[in-house]
């Protein structure tokens, strides 16, 4: 079984990437990201399980009981977020008629969000993420690959980038519009 | 409105866990200022949605703006969740700094100094984020937040820097900003 730090690692990182998620799947109308939104959910509770009873297991005395407890308040925290984030995506549960103007509310003003699609002339086609560098060289995090009609969530490394990618990404508009000009071939990676 | 209290939320999240990683109560004791914020806006929210439902006649707008908001507010109250174990007067258990450390992502802040060299540049003109990976999510100047910073913005001296990125770029920012490392 994994340890506490993993299983804490493995939350912080979920608790951030469904919140991003939660607002993409409202920007592109996407079921489908809903979805996954609700995966994530449930295996948050799956990982907010394992830690509390680890962290019951672990505390010997008051001392011990009481830092334990700030490492259970974080997980329970964590869960909250994802809780909320999936509040989010039952909003495209409603008809469609009565929320027409969903995907405009963060669409146009937000500056984090954006969307990149990789052409073929672009020079990272056929380069893994891992290769790229992409966060620590751009500032900006691919969070979902929109690849044919499937989708990649939190891409791993390993993940090599394909013509035709459609990349959520989530970072500053510095960052943003180098990764488009590269997408789009009008400038090189490196 | 809604932007400007998701942008704050999620500025709160990012304090909150870094917080635990400095065990720092200042940060902590920012996220709490900051959900004040968001609880006036939550409340101007509501209020406009109504108001505009009455007008109109349709209910169903305000009900989707409403329960948006409600849960952006759900998010931020989490942060305050996780700050507030750094306000207890006991230390976080080191398992958690630890674990939020190795996390792909970490939050830092610098102070700039008057001899920095970002210090009366602009964000665009810096590069930061391509040039070391750490990206500046937001500013506090003079007691005041500037959220979503453009590539328009100036950086000051005195203001704080909160910057996100890998752990790698941690020391170089932090160098950078108090002055001690001349070139990005």
């Known amino acids: 079984m994994e340890s506490v730090k993993d299983l804490l690692v493995d939350i912080k990182e979920k608790s951030e990437l469904i919140v991003d998620l939660a607002y993409s799947a409202l920007i592109f109308d996407s079921e489908d990201m809903a979805r996954e939104v609700e995966n994530l959910e449930r295996e948050m509770d799956d990982l907010v399980y394992k830690v509390r009873i680890k962290t019951m297991l672990a505390a010997n005395n008051i001392k011990e009981a009481e830092q334990l407890s700030g490492i259970l308040q974080v997980a329970d925290a964590a869960k909250n977020i994802a809780n909320a984030a999936t509040d989010i995506v039952y909003l495209l549960d409603l008809d469609i008629t009565t929320r027409p103007f969903l995907p405009s509310l963060f669409s146009k003003a937000d500056e984090k969000l954006h969307v990149v699609m990789v052409s073929d002339k672009s020079g990272i086609v056929n380069r893994t993420i891992g290769d790229l560098n992409v966060e620590a060289e751009t500032g900006v995090r691919i969070i979902a690959i929109k690849r044919g009609k499937g989708w990649i969530y939190d891409p791993e490394g390993d993940v090599r980038i394909k013509s035709g990618d459609i990349l959520i990404i989530r970072g500053t508009e510095d960052g943003y519009k180098f990764l488009d000009r590269v997408a789009r071939g009008e400038e090189s990676w490196d | ?184």
């Open chain 2, 1 to 184: 409105m809604l932007i400007e209290m998701k942008n704050i939320s999620e500025l709160m999240i990012d304090l909150a866990y870094s917080s635990l990683i400095y065990n720092n109560r200042e940060i902590a004791e920012e996220v709490k200022y900051l959900e004040e914020k968001i609880d006036e806006t939550y409340y101007r929210i509501q209020e406009e949605a109504i108001r505009q439902a009455v007008e109109e006649g349709n209910v169903s707008k305000a009900l989707v703006i409403i329960r948006l908001a409600t849960s952006i507010e759900a998010i931020s109250d989490s942060a305050v969740q996780i700050a507030d174990v750094v306000l207890r007067d006991i230390e976080p258990h080191p398992v958690i700094k630890e674990s939020i450390k190795e996390s792909d992502v970490t939050i830092t802040l610098g102070k700039v100094s008057e001899r920095s060299v970002l210090a009366n540049k602009t964000l665009g003109e810096l590069n930061l984020a391509s040039e070391t990976g750490m990206w500046v999510i937001a500013i506090k100047r003079k007691g005041r937040w500037i959220f979503g910073p453009t590539e328009n913005t100036v950086v000051l001296p005195g203001d704080i820097l909160i910057a996100k990125g890998p752990l790698e770029g941690v020391k170089h920012f932090k160098n950078l900003c108090s002055g001690r490392d001349r070139t990005i």
